[in-house]
C-alpha cells in the first residue's frame, strides 16, 4: 500500500517561493500524482498534476523524479491568500492515497 | 457550469442508526469518488464509481457502501453508525476513465455528527 507523507507545516512570507515535498514510495505505475489545495470548511481544490518531470501551469510547478517516489510542489511568490492546507494525491493500484497535508501560513 | 452538490450540509445521528448522504456531480461526469475527512486519519478514500460501477474502493468496513444512478448522482450509506464516523464525508466528480489522470471537482461535503 502506498505510504505519502509531507511535512506537517510551514511557514513563508509574502513573496517567497515555497517548495513542499510528498514521499509516496509505492506509487502504482501508471499513475499520476496530483496536488490539491484546501481551505477551512471546504472541499479540495485541484492545482496541479504530473507523471514524471517537470509540470508547470499558471499558479504553481510540480517536479517529479525519474523514481517517482517523491513530488515537490512548487508555489512561485506566495501570498497572504495561498495559505491553507496543501495534499498530494497519488494512486495504488485500485485506491487512492492523499497525503498527510501540509499546513502552509504566509506571513505578511 | 454548477459545481458538485452534497445533501445535506450538516447531518447529527444516534449511535447504531444509518444514514444515507448524496451527491450531485458535474454535468458530463461520469466518476463520482467518496472520502472521509477527520482530524486524526486525514483524507481517506472511500469508493469510486464510474458509469454506475464501482470500480475502487479504499480500507473501510462494510458498513460504509454506495451506489451510483444512472444519472451519475450518487448515495453514500453509513449502516450500523459508531461514534468514529463522526467526520466530514466529501464527494467528487471527474470526467476520468481512469482512477487518476483527471482533475476531481469536489463538493463542500457533508459533516456527519454522531452522538
Known amino acids: 500500500l502506498a505510504k505519502t507523507t509531507q511535512p506537517i507545516s510551514m511557514d513563508s512570507y509574502e513573496g517567497q517561493e515555497v517548495n513542499i515535498t510528498c514521499s509516496h514510495n509505492?506509487?502504482?505505475?501508471?499513475?499520476?500524482i496530483t496536488w490539491y489545495q484546501q481551505f477551512p470548511s471546504q472541499g479540495p481544490r485541484f492545482i496541479i498534476q504530473g507523471y514524471k518531470t517537470k509540470v508547470t501551469n499558471e499558479v504553481a510547478s510540480l517536479f517529479i523524479p525519474a523514481d517517482r517516489k517523491s513530488s515537490t510542489l512548487s508555489l512561485p511568490r506566495v501570498s497572504l491568500s495561498d495559505t491553507a492546507v496543501y495534499y498530494c494525491?497519488?494512486?495504488?493500484?485500485?485506491?487512492?492515497?492523499f497525503g498527510t497535508g501540509t499546513r502552509l501560513q504566509v506571513f505578511p | 457550469k454548477a459545481g458538485v452538490t452534497q445533501t445535506p450540509r450538516y447531518l447529527i445521528k444516534t449511535r447504531g442508526q444509518q444514514v444515507t448522504l448524496s451527491c450531485s456531480p458535474i454535468s458530463g461526469h461520469r466518476s463520482v469518488s467518496w472520502y472521509q475527512q477527520t482530524p486524526g486519519q486525514g483524507l481517506q478514500f472511500l469508493f469510486e464509481?464510474?458509469?454506475?460501477?464501482?470500480?475502487n474502493k479504499g480500507n473501510f468496513p462494510g458498513r460504509f457502501s454506495g451506489r451510483q444512478f444512472s444519472n451519475s448522482r450518487s448515495e453514500m450509506n453509513v449502516s450500523t453508525l459508531e461514534l468514529g464516523d463522526s467526520a466530514l464525508y466529501l464527494c467528487?466528480?471527474?470526467?476520468?476513465?481512469?482512477?487518476?489522470?483527471?482533475?476531481?471537482?469536489f463538493g463542500p461535503g457533508t459533516r456527519l455528527t454522531v452522538t
Open positions: 464509481y464510474f458509469s454506475e460501477t464501482q470500480r
Open positions: 467528487a466528480s471527474s470526467l476520468g476513465q481512469e482512477l487518476t489522470g483527471y482533475e476531481q471537482y
Open positions: 494525491l497519488v494512486g495504488d493500484t485500485d485506491k487512492l492515497i
Open positions: 509505492n506509487i502504482a505505475t501508471n499513475d499520476y
